[in-house]
């Protein structure tokens, strides 16, 4: 038996242990509610807090460009970096004049009068401000690359896999235009990072002679696509935009992805399938269930991931005869109210797929 003293220190540590978990990247920007604003804001500490709401695709492309800020100034005692939900908290926003969004201001240390933030919406620039404003001297958080680096020792092992799409830069050092190039290229290995079958990639040519003899690189940077049907690998002409990439990678890897990494509104969706959802919608309670028969047999001739939103699509059918004629359009703003909170990436993935294939449903 353990003694009381025993069990309130085992009690204590899993406390402990849940509150560690529970701290996320999330927790680096404080988020301010109409309750806590004026304990947290305005007292002994400067503030830059973005206003922001959860729909708003401009605030989607700063919350990246946020986090970084909010980690770099995650030790720095005098500095608050928060957000405002602004559908949420409407009188604090309307409080401080917020008609669009997102919205950053600044509240210098004992004031909770705010300058406006006109500068440019990146991590480097919010950063900049910041140390100006608040006379500390931070520096920008690196950020983990999700880029894959490739050497003489791995590249046959991850260009040549054949379940595997690779992009691969040929860059060298001292290249201006590698240099440009390198911001953009990390963004795209950012928004592809959760697909296990695309591996964006690059390879230091200065040091990797062998390779860039080997596949004929004569100027930087060279990029070249390794599809899984074609391991001697195709040059890449287009263009170095991030949305030049991502179309690309879309088109030919089979993904849906934007340039924040977030599933678009095509994920998921099966056209083979169309046809069979239309009846099974339209079809009566008792021919529900032969269309779903139906539906069963196109399922088991899906392969790889169109398979696995096949079974999805099941799932919701089954849902649908169970719960009733509301359920798709109840459950589609469910996962809409779920998709506005903080939530993981790999989350973010599971609701989005859902809520498209339920759409087809609707």
Known sequence: MLSSKMRMMLCVGAMALVFLSSVSADDVVVVLTEDSFENEVGKDRGAL??????????????????????????????????????????SLCSKYGVSGYPTILWFPKGSLEPKKYEGARTAEALVAFVNIEGGTNVKLASIPSSVVVLSSDNFDEVVLDETKDVLVEFYAPWCGHCKALAPTYEKVAAAFKLEEKVVIANVDADKNKDLAEKYGISGYPTLKFFPKSNKAGEDYDGGRDLNDFVAFINERCGTNRDGQGQLTSKAGIIESLDDLVKEFVSADNNEKKAVFSRLEDEVKKLKGSDARYGNLYLKLAKNSMEKGSDYAKNEIQRLERMLEKSISAAKADEFTLKKNILSTFA
Do not use: M, N, Q
């Open 49 to 90: 807090v973005e206003f922001y709401a959860p729909w708003c695709g401009h605030c989607k492309r700063l919350a990246p460009e946020f986090e970084t800020l909010g980690t770099s100034f995650r030790k720095t005692k005098s500095i608050l970096i928060g957000k405002v939900d602004c559908d949420a908290h409407k």
